[in-house]
T-cell receptor, first 115, second 110 residues
Framework: NAGVMQNPRHLVRRRGQEARLRCSPMKGHSHVYWYRQLPEEGLKFMVYLQKENIIDESGMPKERFSAEFPKEGPSILRIQQVVRGDSAAYFC?????????????FGPGTRLTVL | QKEVEQNSGPLSVPEGAIASLNCTYSDRGSQSFFWYRQYSGKSPELIMSIYSNGDKEDGRFTAQLNKASQYVSLLIRDSQPSDSATYLCAVNTAGNQFYFGTGTSLTVIP
């Protein structure tokens, strides 16, 4: 009964490098959400995806950030040319997306540190 | 106005007491409401979901929803030190967007 899986759990990058965060949803879930959390702050919505579609990316910065959820494989959150301000915990959550059964379950998160 | 508002706390209660956590939301079309618990350094864990007006009980937890007042609460009975965490309120709007409050920090004092 695998839950939401994220990898890597910890990622260290130098300024200007690229960060790729991966998320595999729970079995039977086709909806994926990405959130960012800074220390001592709340969860900030970034992007909502279904297989092969971005449903809502209103919370994602216009530059350097992108997300995808291909037909096969995990969802990927990509951050290009990272800066120190990108250091945060990035959480992925998944749900069935069905009305009345749309609880979100979270993965363990990826802690990104930008040096 | 934020979509979901919670008192940030910290809220301190003695062991065995009832902890009461409150949340208000702005979108009247919201359909689904959730409470998550987050321990420091960990990911949010779903503890309750509620979809209709009234109370929903699960063990020591009771969620209460009042759509007319746009208010949802969580009661924790017989609070334990292990309940010490940040509690996040989440709302799913009619557009299937999820909004989280900033969380209420709860400390249960032995």
């Amino acid at each position: 009964n695998a839950g939401v899986m994220q990898n890597p759990r910890h990622l260290v990058r130098r300024r200007g490098q690229e960060a790729r965060l991966r998320c595999s949803p729970m079995k039977g879930h086709s909806h994926v959400y990405w959130y960012r959390q800074l220390p001592e702050e709340g969860l900030k919505f970034m992007v909502y995806l279904q297989k092969e579609n971005i449903i809502d990316e209103s919370g994602m910065p216009k530059e350097r950030f992108s997300a995808e959820f291909p037909k096969e494989g995990p969802s990927i959150l990509r951050i290009q040319q990272v800066v120190r301000g990108d250091s945060a915990a990035y959480f992925c959550a998944s749900s069935t997306g069905l009305a009345g059964d749309n609880e979100q379950f979270f993965g363990p998160g990826t802690r990104l540190t930008v040096l | 106005q934020k979509e979901v508002e919670q008192n940030s706390g910290p809220l301190s209660v003695p062991e065995g007491a009832i902890a009461s956590l409150n949340c208000t939301y702005s979108d009247r079309g919201s359909q689904s409401f959730f409470w998550y618990r987050q321990y420091s350094g960990k990911s949010p864990e779903l503890i309750m979901s509620i979809y209709s007006n009234g109370d929903k009980e699960d063990g020591r937890f009771t969620a209460q929803l009042n759509k007319a007042s746009q208010y949802v609460s969580l009661l924790i009975r017989d609070s334990q030190p292990s309940d010490s965490a940040t509690y996040l309120c989440a709302v799913n709007t009619a557009g299937n967007q999820f909004y989280f409050g900033t969380g209420t920090s709860l400390t249960v004092i032995p």
